[in-house]
């Protein structure tokens, strides 16, 4: 069957700008599947492995992880799936048959973790092609190209009529904050919380915070122009850290919140900020949730004094999702006027200037770009 000749953009090695050239597409193989993208957006996690400074990165690639389209063919063996069916590519798969699939405590699915890892497919091979040289994948989606491949266990088959250039944002970091409040913390009625960086993932922590009907929702970023959009989705305070440079940002918050947050959410990836999210933490019972990605080889640290006295430190990643069990539900939820999405996306650009939306993103004036890729 056919390769196909198509538009990617294309990272040739870390640190730098994409390149938009023809790539080939080799068929689906066993248990795979071919698709064409219609939409995609840059997360914070393609613009930090662009950089170099994230592990998962193997060049030269096709970055994306964000990403909605169509069913284009199907490999052998693939029961779920059809030509046409729309779906959401997930950089965590559900195969429902690993010991991780089969418990109920994680969703980290582990069937293809090992060349998922490597940039490859899971037989340690590429699909992609590009001027000669063989292309790694990138988190087992690679949604930057007008087609991709992924296995059939990454990709979430969802309702047909919902807006591609919307739901491509259910790919990460919507689902990521909203799932990390209701499936990881389980955030109860009445509760205090803290959010730690307004960008698509804090925003859809505070979301979620709201559904879980807190009833105090701190929002802190270093920007004060992210205070409008905070109180927009339901932050009750905001704090700029740098309004108070003569006090430690955790005493700001323990005195707010009247000795602490009963919950508080990470999500910028900085190691010192992780342990104040800690830290602001209630005495007792405070849990603090890690979703913020870190640089390879950082560490986080705290006094053990803080564990002993009650606090919880946790991680999320994919908000806990069961991810193809989920992701059509959330589409459906969206599509029910249940979910935001449209509220978290500020531009809009077509492929060519896919480099424009990382830019944005970057400079921090965004909270999710959308990049069209077949215009
Ligand atoms: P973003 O860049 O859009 O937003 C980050 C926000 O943090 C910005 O508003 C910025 O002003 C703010 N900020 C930066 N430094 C700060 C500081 N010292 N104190 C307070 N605020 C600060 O990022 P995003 O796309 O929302 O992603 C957030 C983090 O979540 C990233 O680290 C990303 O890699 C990670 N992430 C994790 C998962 C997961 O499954 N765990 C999934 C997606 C994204
Ligand atoms: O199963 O060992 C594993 C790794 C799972 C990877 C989870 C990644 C979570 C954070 C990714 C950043 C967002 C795109
Ligand atoms: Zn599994």
Same mark, same amino acid.
């Given at each position: 069957? =056919? ?89 965590? =798969? ?15 699915? +582990? ?30 989606? +690679? ?17 047909? +009529? ?28 009445? +509760? ?184």
């Amino acid at each position: 069957m =056919p390769v196909i000749a198509c538009r990617a953009a294309v990272c040739w090695e870390a640190g730098s700008r994409l390149q938009i050239e023809t790539i080939e597409v080799a068929p689906p193989k066993e248990g795979e599947v071919r698709i064409k993208i219609v939409s995609t957006s840059v997360c914070h996690t393609d613009e930090y492995t662009r950089t170099g400074k994230d592990p998962e990165g193997v060049f030269p690639c096709v970055l994306g992880h964000e990403g909605a389209g169509i069913v284009e063919m199907v490999g052998k063996k693939v029961a779920s799936l059809e030509v046409g069916d729309h779906v959401i590519p997930l950089y965590t =798969p559900q195969c429902k048959a690993c010991k991780f699939c089969r418990s109920e405590k994680t969703n980290l699915c +582990s069937k293809i973790r090992e060349m998922q890892g490597k940039g490859l497919m899971p037989d340690g091979t590429s699909r992609f092609r590009c001027r000669g040289k063989m292309l790694h994948h990138f988190m087992g989606c +690679s949604t930057f190209s007008e087609y991709t491949v992924c296995a059939e266990i990454s990709v979430a088959k969802v309702n047909n +009529s919902a807006p591609f250039n919307r739901i491509c944002l259910l790919g990460c970091g919507i689902t990521t904050g909203y799932g990390a409040v209701l499936n990881t913390a389980k955030v109860e009625p009445k +509760s205090t919380c803290v959010v730690f960086g307004v960008g698509a993932v804090g925003l859809a922590v505070i979301m979620g915070c709201v559904k879980a009907a807190a009833a105090r929702i701190v929002a802190v970023d270093i920007n004060d122009s992210k205070k409008e959009i905070a109180e927009k989705f339901g932050a009750t305070d905001f704090v700029n850290p740098h309004s108070h440079p003569d006090k430690k940002l955790k005493d700001v918050l323990i005195e707010l919140l009247d000795g602490g947050a009963d919950y508080s959410f990470e999500c910028v990836g900085n190691v010192e900020l992780m342990r104040t999210a800690l830290e602001c933490c209630h005495k007792g019972w405070g849990q603090s949730v890690i979703i913020g990605v870190a640089a390879a080889g950082e560490e986080i640290s705290t006094r053990p004094f803080q564990l002993v006295t009650g606090r919880v430190w946790k991680g999320s990643a994919f908000g806990g999702f069961k991810s193809r069990d989920s992701v059509p539900k959330l589409v459906d939820e969206y599509m029910d006027g249940q979910l935001k999405i449209d509220e978290f996306v500020t531009h809009e650009f077509g492929f060519q200037d896919i480099n424009k939306a990382f830019d944005v993103a970057r400079d921090g004036g965004a909270i999710r770009c959308i990049v069209n890729v077949q215009q």
